[in-house]
């Protein structure tokens, strides 16, 4: 025999239960939502906040600003680009890595990114900038004598002239010092005074472009100006590797390398520079080693840099007045970056 307390909870139960199958029927996204958290379940397994958005049922205040499900990642970069670049590189022998930052969007993508390599010549853009420092630190201007000389070096790939600055900056562990200040740890100066055995990774090269295009660099404006200038003005027979994929009308800078590789023949291929890319200013480096001859290590980083500016511009497409959105699943105002 039930006593009235029991009959008034069961009448109460009755009644909550009507009440559900009446949200049901008007309201199905909302109701869900209520019938999830009454079970005592936790809100993020539920409903996501965009997927009740779609359904144009408002998200209670007590959930607003809750991160999303964590079991959706975002997409990774490198696993893109590696993923991209295994189709182009199929067809090339030889080593190499490669990685790219859109400066609108702070994406950052790279292949191997910490794997050592040879500089050859693409150093002569980490000697003046570690000159530029040293001058900048000291109050001074560069002088008439080595700004000859830094042009011959950038824009011609003049190989005494390097070792002139090279001589100026403190051979090698002049060079560690000023990289240490840059932030290129993974950098190691060649041995004996062969500034061009200088080994250098990915990584270390974004950070150096990152030096020469950063207003937060520890080079100045005018330096980092100055600089890029130079590697805007190579000579016609140095502009290609990473140039091969700026956009047409633009001016792209650039400081290649290339070094006879051992006595099988092989050759390194180097190309580091800034580029526009389908409305994208992109810092871009790939290094490569192993190559069978000149020719085909130029066509493999030429490929590469093509495949890893169209990867990383995919990821973050133009949207109103010029900002730029990177894909995200969670909170996508807080990725939202100005150009």
Known sequence: ??????????????????????????????????AHDAA?????????????????????????????????????PDAQLAAALSLVLRGYAGRVAAGVTDQATGVTAVYHGTESFTTASI????????LLLQRQRAGVSLGAADRQLAARMIEDSDNAAASAL???????????????VLGLGQTVPGPD????????TVADQLRLLAVLTSARSAL??????????????????????VTRAASAGTRPAVKNGWLPDGPQGLWVINSIGVIRHAGHKLALAVLS???????????????????VASAVAAAGSPGPNGSHRVRDTCAPARNELSA
């Open 289 to 307: 080693a192993g190559n069978p001859s000149q020719s085909a290590g130029i066509s493999l980083v030429q490929a590469a840099a093509a495949t």
């Open 1 to 34: 025999m039930r006593t009235a307390a029991s009959l008034r909870c069961a009448t109460v139960v009755t009644a909550v239960a009507v009440l559900a199958t009446s949200l049901t029927l008007a309201f199905p996204a909302r109701a869900l939502w209520m």
């Open 220 to 241: 100045s404006a005018a330096a980092r100006g100055y600089e890029l200038g130079l590697m805007r003005d190579v000579e016609a027979g140095q502009d290609w590797g």
């Open 166 to 180: 090279w001589r100026a900056v403190g051979e090698g562990p002049g060079l560690a010092a000023g990289n240490a």
């Open 193 to 200: 005074g062969y500034w061009g055995l200088t080994t250098t």
């Open 123 to 130: 150093v002569k853009a980490d000697i003046l900038a570690v």
């Open 40 to 76: 005592g379940h936790s809100t993020t397994s539920g409903p996501r906040t965009h997927d009740l958005a779609r359904t144009g049922s408002p998200v209670p205040a007590a959930h607003q600003g809750v991160a999303c499900d964590s079991s959706v990642d975002p997409p990774d």
